[in-house]
C-alpha cells in the first residue's frame, strides 16, 4: 500500500465556463500554480464551454444525414482548440499538438461518417464523441502548464475509472477504479508531475468508453479525491458558491459560507446547479471538505461544504423545478395502496426515472407524484403498460396527469425540532395568493417539497426567502 504524500493534496475540478478559451485557460494554470504552492494538485477539467453540445449535435445532424452540418461543427470545434494552442503555446510545443489535435479532429469525422452511414447514433458511441471535448481540454491545459514550466501531464480518465456499462449515466466500479487511480495519479504526484485529469468520461472492464452523465466531471474529482484521501477538493465554476436561492429570481440571494454534505445533495437533487447530484457521497464518505470557488473571483470565500456546518436554524436555502409533471393515480378498494405503489415506483425504475416528490392518501387509494417534464412521456406509457389489466378490470378508476407544475424545496439540517418552519412557509405563499397543489417532508425534516403551477415558481421561491431573512 502506497503512503500519502507528506504535501497536502488537493483535487481541484474547473468547469466549461472556466476553460472557455484561451483566456480563462490561461486564468485556471494561474490559479492552479497559486494552489500548487506547498501542495500536491490534482486537476480534473470539463470540455470547453459549450463543446460537449457541440459535439452532441454533430452526432444528431450526422445521423440525419446532414453532412453540411456536421463538418460545420466540427471545424469550429477544430478553430475553438488551435486557437487556444496557437495563442498560449511556444513554437516549439504548438506544432506538436497541432499534430496532435489533427488527428482528433479526424476521430471526429469518422465517427460523424459512421453515424451518417448507419443513420444512427447508439448510446456507446455517442460517450466516444460526447467526451472528446474533454479529452483535448486536459491536453491543452497540460501543455500549457508545462509551457509556463510546471511539470503536467494529461490523463484520460478511462485509464483508471472503470464502470458498468449503462452508456450515458454509467455508474463507477469503485473497488476496480481505486486502485487504477492510485497505481496512475500517486507516481506522477510523488515526482512532481501534475495530472490534468479528463472530467466526465471512465470506460468499461474491457475498455469501451462510457460517461457518468451530463455534468458529472464533479463526479469525477470527488472519485479521484475520495480515491487519494485528498485534503480538499474544490469545484471551480462561474458561482461565488452556494446561494440562498437562484439569483435570477431572487437578486437579493447570498452566499452561504457553510453547508452540510445532505444539505448539498438535497439542492442538488432538486435542480441547484452548483454540484452534480452524485459528486457529494464520496467525499462525505471520506469526510474531504469540497469548496464551491469562482474561478472568475478566486480570492472570494465560496462555500465550504462539510459533515456539518454553522448557521441559522431552520431553512438555509430554496431551489426549484420549473419544468415538471404531476401524475396522480387512484384505485379502488381492489387494488391495495401497497400493490399500487409498487406497481408505480417498478415501472418507474426500468428507466431509472427518478420522482421529485411523493404524497399518498391511503383512505383514498390514492398516490401522487411528480417526475421532470422530458420523463413525463415515458412515465405515462409505462403506466399505462403496467396497469393495462387494472384499468380494464376499472380496478385503477384513475391515472391523471398536470403538466407545467413546478416543484420549491425550502432545506436545512436544523429545520429538524424547530417548531414553526411549516407554518411560516405555506402562510408566506398563503399572502401572496399563491395554490399550492401538493406537499412532501420526510421524517428527517431536512426539506419541506411542494408543487405549484410553474407561473408561480419566482414569486413563490421569493415569499419564502424573505419570509426566513436568508
Not at 463543446?51 to 463538418?71: D, F, K, N, P, S
Not at 488551435?82 to 479526424?106: F, G, I, M, N, T
Not at 466531471?217 to 469545484?235: C, F, M, N, P, V
Not at 431572487?250 to 442538488?268: C, D, F, H, M, N
Request: with cysteine.
Amino acid at each position: 500500500m502506497q503512503s500519502k504524500p507528506t504535501r497536502p493534496l488537493r483535487v481541484m475540478k474547473f468547469g466549461g465556463t472556466s476553460v472557455g478559451d484561451a483566456e480563462r485557460i490561461e486564468r485556471v494554470a494561474r490559479t492552479i500554480a497559486e494552489h500548487a504552492r506547498g501542495a500536491a494538485v490534482v486537476v480534473v477539467v470539463s470540455a470547453m464551454g459549450g463543446v460537449t453540445e457541440m459535439l452532441i449535435r454533430a452526432a444528431h445532424a450526422a445521423a440525419r444525414g446532414e453532412e453540411g452540418e456536421w463538418r460545420d461543427i466540427g471545424r469550429e470545434f477544430s478553430e475553438r482548440h488551435r486557437d487556444v494552442a496557437e495563442r498560449l503555446l511556444p513554437d516549439q510545443d504548438r506544432a506538436a499538438l497541432l499534430r496532435w489535435l489533427s488527428e482528433q479532429v479526424k476521430t471526429f469525422e469518422n465517427l460523424c461518417s459512421g453515424f451518417s452511414l448507419v443513420r444512427e447514433v447508439t448510446p456507446r458511441s455517442m460517450d466516444s464523441l460526447s467526451s472528446l471535448g474533454e479529452v483535448l481540454a486536459a491536453t491543452l491545459l497540460a501543455a500549457v502548464l508545462r509551457s509556463q514550466g510546471r511539470p503536467a501531464e494529461a490523463v484520460d480518465a478511462t485509464e483508471i475509472i472503470v464502470t458498468d456499462e449503462q452508456f450515458g449515466n454509467a455508474s463507477p466500479r469503485f473497488e476496480e477504479t481505486d486502485p487504477k487511480i492510485l497505481a496512475r495519479l500517486r507516481p506522477l504526484i510523488e515526482q512532481g508531475t501534475l495530472p490534468v485529469v479528463t472530467g466526465f468520461r471512465g470506460a468499461t472492464p474491457s475498455g469501451l468508453c462510457t460517461t457518468l452523465g451530463r455534468g458529472a466531471s464533479d463526479y469525477t474529482a470527488t472519485i479521484l479525491g475520495a480515491a487519494l484521501d485528498a485534503d480538499e477538493i474544490s469545484i471551480w465554476t462561474d458561482v461565488d458558491g452556494v446561494m440562498t436561492a437562484d439569483p435570477h429570481l431572487v437578486p437579493g440571494a447570498k452566499v452561504i459560507p457553510e453547508i452540510s454534505y445532505r444539505e448539498t445533495i438535497e439542492l442538488s437533487f432538486f435542480g441547484a446547479k452548483v454540484l452534480h447530484p452524485k459528486a457529494i457521497q464520496p467525499a462525505m464518505k471520506k469526510g474531504i471538505p469540497v469548496w464551491i470557488k469562482n474561478t472568475f473571483h478566486p480570492s472570494g470565500p465560496g462555500t465550504k461544504i462539510a459533515a456539518s456546518a454553522v448557521g441559522q436554524a431552520g431553512v438555509r436555502a430554496i431551489t426549484s423545478v420549473s419544468k415538471a409533471s404531476l401524475f396522480t393515480l387512484g384505485g379502488n378498494d381492489s387494488l391495495s395502496f401497497p400493490r399500487l405503489a409498487a406497481k408505480v415506483f417498478s415501472s418507474l425504475s426500468i428507466d431509472d426515472i427518478p420522482s421529485l416528490m411523493v404524497t399518498q392518501s391511503s383512505a383514498e387509494n390514492v398516490l401522487c407524484f411528480a417526475v421532470h417534464d422530458a420523463d413525463a412521456p415515458r412515465v405515462r406509457t409505462r403506466l399505462e403498460q403496467a396497469f393495462e389489466l387494472e384499468m380494464r378490470h376499472e380496478y385503477v378508476e384513475s391515472l391523471e396527469t398536470m403538466a407545467q407544475v413546478g416543484i420549491v424545496a425550502a432545506t436545512g439540517e436544523q429545520m429538524k425540532g424547530t417548531p414553526g418552519i411549516a407554518g411560516r412557509l405555506f402562510g408566506a405563499l398563503g399572502r401572496r395568493g399563491i395554490n399550492v397543489i401538493a406537499i412532501a417532508q420526510g421524517s428527517s425534516e431536512l426539506s419541506i417539497s411542494f408543487a405549484v403551477k410553474s407561473e408561480d415558481i419566482p414569486e413563490a421561491v421569493r415569499a419564502i426567502h424573505e419570509e426566513f431573512q436568508l
